[in-house]
């Protein structure tokens, strides 16, 4: 790493100190770098990484979370799905969603380089989610803890966030 490189991570690690809950594909934007090095910048302890390789065991746990919300967010627009995630399985090439109707389709997940699993202050509140990121370090999409009734993160599925991430965190 040349002492430039070192000296924009340094930056760019002083800036998500200062602003552990800002929305990462902005950061990743306005910075010029990558999503994933916006997620390594985060304050230790917010972030962990797992491979990419464990794509299909993530969706296949969170799909017994119950509600969840996921999101897509590009350049054009952001789109948001609440509920529980379908079954998925891998076949002719993809992470196929096992259910005729609401959220179903078929994922490339040959192509995601990693998982990140955050937990970090966002709007004022505590939240958690999964990051599938790409191989070129872009966020694929991401997958929310849900909340409760007074808006607090559920329990049980924090508890199996926790559980994944350290099961998987390399």
Request: aromatic share 8%; charged share 20%.
């Amino acid at each position: 790493m040349s002492d430039g490189q070192a000296t924009a991570a340094g930056d760019l690690k002083a800036h998500m100190a200062a602003n552990a809950g800002a929305v990462i594909e902005d950061v990743a934007r306005e910075r010029g770098v990558t999503a994933r090095a916006v997620l390594e910048a985060l304050p230790d302890g917010m972030a962990r990484f797992g491979a990419g390789e464990a794509f299909a065991q993530v969706m296949q746990d969170i799909a017994q979370w119950g509600e969840v919300t996921l999101i897509v967010h590009t350049d054009d627009g952001i789109f948001e799905f609440t509920g529980p995630l379908p079954n998925g399985e891998v076949g002719r090439g993809y992470f196929n969603l096992m259910q005729p109707k609401g959220l179903h389709g078929h994922l490339r997940h040959t192509r995601c380089g990693g998982v990140a699993f955050v937990e970090r202050p966002f709007m004022n509140k505590s939240s958690a989610f999964v990051a599938f990121l790409n191989v070129d370090g872009g966020i694929m999409f991401k997958v929310f803890v849900g909340r409760d009734e007074e808006r607090q993160l559920k329990a049980d599925q924090l508890e199996r966030f926790r559980a994944l991430a350290t099961s998987l965190s390399v």
